[in-house]
């Protein structure tokens, strides 16, 4: 499209027209003439241990919702593990973000860099990285929380504008990160934040950046920052100095688990779903027969293994708060076996699988770093089964996303009693609390 400078690659991604070099030439003379061409490797990251390098692939200027360009990056470190997505497309990319990718199913070492207007300017000396919560994307979260209308901001309405507009309006440099796959693993998100803060570090010439991380991107995040490496992986760099984690489940959370089969005909296709979420179960009852759908579910099951994100924030909180007992199975969904019309492992087996909340406890962000959690306290979330049991958000409980264990540096907390999670990214005063504690 008009406004992205790409080079071919691998894929085959050719630039050889006269459009592209048009482009390329008006490109040289705008005020980004400083930035890499695409297709120019920046020196191994520093967090780097062995080979790789993140690789410029492509720069898009005709961005919409208010940021000023995008950037495709690959990482071409040789241990990341392949992608796999569901068959029918539902976490596939679209939109604009298709366009930028350039397919709707990219290898998860790709990512898109989104720069805000000011991210040379602005008069504070760390930039700040916001990181998108699942099945989401940085445009809907951070730039028009209205985007897809329908209630999805968590509200009826809300704005048209974000938290981008307003960090970019009070002189910060901000930049976004938008992941491959809407649902990738934890460490594959760390991964590519560590890619994009050195990045960011580069084009800022900053030593340090903040984070600002939603939902699971808060969990990723945390991942990065405490050094929890895959042995695929890299160790990270001291690189940030302020973590503000909105709506993380810093304790886990049970959710998936705890309210029976309420979600099951919003997943499954022979139910008409379409929802693009985890489901406890491998097999559900449409028109009087099982149907099964590992690729599905939450566990790593079948030859399939989708969302292994949702199942490395898993902790039972059924001690706390019991279960759910309104829903149809819900004794088999959270325990295992089967139901009257669902068949599933159970929570434990999927903590099994590989939850990694207990290691993050034990394994302490460093303390130089000041963290601070962010919690809406109001579980009323429209059109959404809410979690009921306890003090929640809607989706995670506030005793999880309050949770400092494993946080030895500075720690403050605020809980906002007018905000369910998905306004935490919008409302007033998720917003001003942010402002407050980034500083200068």
């Known amino acids: 499209m008009r406004g992205c400078l ?10 050889a027209s006269l459009l592209i070099l048009e482009e390329a030439l008006r490109f040289q003379t705008d005020s980004h003439a400083d930035l890499p061409r695409a297709g120019a490797e920046l020196p191994p990251p520093a967090h780097a241990s062995g080979a790789g390098t993140a690789q ?18 690959n990482d071409t470190y040789p241990g990341w593990p392949a992608q796999q997505y569901p068959g029918d497309g539902r976490d596939d990319q679209t939109g604009q973000r298709l366009t930028f990718f350039g397919a709707a199913e ?3 070492s790709e990512f898109l860099i989104y720069y805000a207007p000011g991210w040379n300017s602005g008069a504070h000396a760390v930039p700040l990285l916001p990181v998108m919560d699942a099945n989401e994307n940085v445009d809907r979260e951070y730039a028009d929380p209205d985007l897809a209308g329908s209630g999805t901001c968590g509200a009826y309405s809300g704005p048209r504008t974000g938290l981008m507009q307003y960090l970019s309006a009070a002189d910060y440099e901000v930049f976004a990160v938008d992941f491959a796959n809407p649902h990738d693993g934890n460490y594959p998100w760390a991964q590519s934040i560590a890619d994009v803060i050195e990045v960011m570090r580069q084009r800022t010439g900053a030593v340090q950046v903040d984070l600002l991380a939603w939902s699971k991107g808060a969990f990723a995040a945390r991942v990065d920052v405490a050094r929890v490496t895959p042995s695929w992986g ?9 973590l503000i984690l909105p ?9 998936t688990f705890a309210h029976g089969t309420e979600r099951a005909p919003l997943i499954y296709p022979e139910c008409g779903g379409t929802l693009n979420g985890a489901s406890p179960h491998t097999d559900y009852t449409s028109d009087g027969q099982y149907v099964y759908h590992p690729e599905l579910s939450i566990y790593d099951t079948g030859g399939h293994d989708i969302y292994a994100g949702q199942r490395q924030m898993l902790a039972r909180w059924d001690g706390v708060y ?8 819900w004794y088999t969904t959270y325990y295992g076996g089967q139901g009257y019309v669902s068949d599933g492992y159970g929570i434990e087996y ?5 939850s990694l909340v207990s290691r993050l406890k034990s394994q302490a962000i460093l303390s130089a770093v000041s963290t601070y959690l962010l919690c809406g ?12 049991r306890g003090p929640s958000d809607g989706v995670v409980f506030a005793e999880s996303s309050l949770d400092t264990t494993g946080m030895p540096g500075p720690v403050q907390t605020a809980l906002l009693s007018g905000d369910n999670h998905l306004q935490l990214g919008w409302e007033a005063a998720a917003e001003n609390t942010p402002l407050g504690w980034l500083g200068n």
């Open 247 to 255: 709506g993380g489940s810093n304790g886990g959370l049970d959710y």
């Open 106 to 108: 990219p290898r998860g």
């Open 6 to 15: 790409r080079v071919a690659t691998a894929r085959g991604r050719l630039a």
């Open 234 to 242: 890299r160790p990270h760099l001291k690189d940030v100095r302020k």
């Open 322 to 329: 019991g279960v759910d007992e309104t829903q149809q199975d």
């Open 56 to 73: 410029l692939l492509a720069t898009c200027t005709t961005v919409q919702y208010g940021w000023q360009q995008v950037e495709l990056w």
């Open 377 to 388: 306290s109001d579980p009323d979330i429209v059109y959404f089964y809410n979690e009921n």
């Open 350 to 354: 999927a903590i099994d699988q590989g």
